[in-house]
């Protein structure tokens, strides 16, 4: 028996014309049109336009007509999430509040960033820049160790090398005077613990001391440097090269390393106040 699909279409249609409400009957143009075969289309008619049964491509928006920032916007964008600082021991204190929103952290060159603060960088994604321009990881190491040397009557170089060989991952910093290296090192020693290469240990541990940043020792062997660390937690320690062979000085810079660098709560009180201006 042949089916005749237009009849039963027709049948359709006219059922849901009387189920309509007045004013919203189906057009007559709903029919699907034969093509020229006689067969009907497949295809869907809705208030006379067609559309094809395939759901359509979503429609791809110019990059022309796309929203974009100005390039005024943009290097705002870029200043507002970028924070810079300028001490040169950056701490988690110093930044906690600081860095909602923040992308980039700029820092001066040779800056020592204390690990809570890396840690919380890397957490949240935030690059860190030196003024210079240079970038590096969030998560980078800093370094274990700082180093300076003085001039005097010992190869500094080849002391800096056993030194930097045994800490791994150290940085030099300082000059050739005593003072100004001491200087120096009074602004960083707190936050990475500091060997002072001199041959002037006994001056170089009274100019040491006179700031309550540093806790200076001149050691001549391991056991002492492990005292030190023990008793008031040393954060600088000086070497005189010239008094200590490469195995000597090897064995009190892993000493060093491995002790403690934290001021004893029984000694913070009398150490920590202001011994200089």
């Known amino acids: ?48 336009a067609e559309r094809d049964s395939r759901p359509a491509a979503t429609p791809e928006v110019p990059k022309h007509v796309q929203p974009q920032r100005s390039a005024g916007a943009e290097r705002g964008f870029r200043a507002a999430a970028t924070l810079e600082v300028t001490e040169r021991v950056v701490t988690w204190t110093r ?88 200087g120096q090192l009074r602004g960083r020693a707190e936050a990475v613990p500091a060997v002072l290469l001199t041959s002037e240990p006994t001056a170089a541990v009274c100019l040491a001391n006179r700031y309550s940043e540093l806790r200076a020792v001149w050691a001549t062997d391991a056991a002492m440097v492990s005292l030190a660390c023990q008793s008031i937690g040393v954060n600088l320690l000086i070497l005189n090269p010239v008094r200590s062979n490469a195995n000597e000085v090897r064995g009190m810079v892993r000493q060093f390393l491995q002790g403690s660098h934290q001021c004893p709560a029984d000694w913070q009180t009398l150490l920590a106040e202001p011994r200089s201006r």
Do not use: C, F
């Open 1 to 48: 028996m042949q089916i005749d699909l237009e009849a039963i279409v027709r049948e359709v249609m006219r059922r849901l014309e009387r189920e309509l409400a007045p004013g919203d009957h189906a057009p007559t143009s709903l029919l699907p049109p034969k093509s020229a075969g006689g067969a009907e289309r497949d295809s869907v008619w809705v208030a006379g």
């Open 95 to 182: 930044l906690k509040d600081r860095l909602a929103g923040i992308k980039r952290l700029v820092v001066p060159p040779g800056a020592v960033l204390t690990p809570s603060v890396r840690d919380e960088l890397r957490k949240r994604n935030i690059q860190i820049q030196t003024a210079n321009g240079a970038n590096q990881p969030a998560g980078a190491a800093s370094a274990r160790l700082l180093i300076a040397a003085t001039t005097g009557p010992y190869d500094a170089e080849a002391a800096i090398k056993i030194i930097t060989a045994e800490a791994g991952n150290a940085e030099r910093i300082g000059t050739g005077v005593l003072a100004e290296a001491i």
